[in-house]
């Protein structure tokens, strides 16, 4: 997936279709709760071929946004068959930054958190910076410098300051060297 950029941040990614009415399935990154209120998104790239809706600079309505059985579903107004909703697999659902969902004291987003440097508690040492995300379930994985991971957990990412663009930890032993590619 692509980084959202200035001024947009990416709440799903569109997947697959799901019935004959144009609605489509997609991968959540916020919280159920945020789908509720959505009236309209932008949709950025994906797509099997180029469609009236994908890569506009314009708003998307929503007809309506829910889950079924723990898979969101979008139905967007105008796109009201199998063959409208394929144009629009591999989409990025997005909304202007302004329209983030307040976080709980100690949440981050993961966009945040690209560009931190991240460096040892202990020693002080730079180890790199945060160049990506990826969705581990649980507390997911920092990727840092695209060359290694490092859980996202409060007992190694021990400082967290997005505004300082920093992350301090503390790694366990043999970490560093553990999955480098």
Same mark, same amino acid.
């Given at each position: 997936m692509s980084s959202p950029g200035a001024g947009w941040v990416t709440i799903a990614l569109l997947g697959k279709t799901r019935g004959n009415r144009?609605? @489509?399935?997609?991968?959540?990154? &916020?919280?159920?709760?945020?789908y509720q209120t959505l009236k309209e998104v932008w949709l950025f790239g994906g797509g099997t071929q180029a469609g009236p809706v994908t890569g506009r600079e314009? =708003?998307? =309505?929503? %007809? &309506?946004?829910?889950?079924?059985?723990? $898979?969101? $579903?979008?139905? *967007?107004?105008?796109?009201?068959n199998i063959s409208d909703a394929e144009r629009l697999?591999?989409?990025?659902?997005?909304?202007? @930054? #302004?329209?983030?969902?307040?976080? %709980?004291?100690? #949440?981050? *987003?993961? &966009?945040?958190?690209?560009?931190c440097e991240v460096v040892d508690r202990r020693t002080g040492e730079p180890l790199g910076r945060v160049t990506g995300w990826q969705d581990a379930g649980g507390s997911g994985l920092l990727e840092i410098d695209g060359d290694w991971l490092i859980?996202?957990?409060? &007992? @190694?990412?021990?400082? $967290?300051?997005?505004?300082?663009?920093r992350v301090a930890v %503390?790694? =366990?032993?043999?970490?560093?060297?553990l999955n480098r590619s």
């Open positions: 144009g609605e @489509i399935t997609a991968f959540a990154f &916020s919280k159920p709760e945020r314009m =708003p998307v =309505p929503l %007809e &309506s946004t829910w889950f079924h059985n723990g $898979i969101l $579903i979008f139905k *967007f107004r105008g796109v009201d697999t591999g989409a990025e659902v997005r909304v202007p @930054i #302004e329209e983030r969902v307040p976080l %709980e004291p100690d #949440e981050f *987003f993961a &966009s945040d958190l690209t560009g859980p996202f957990a409060r &007992s @190694i990412c021990v400082e $967290i300051d997005p505004a300082a663009k %503390e790694l =366990p032993e043999g970490l560093r060297d």
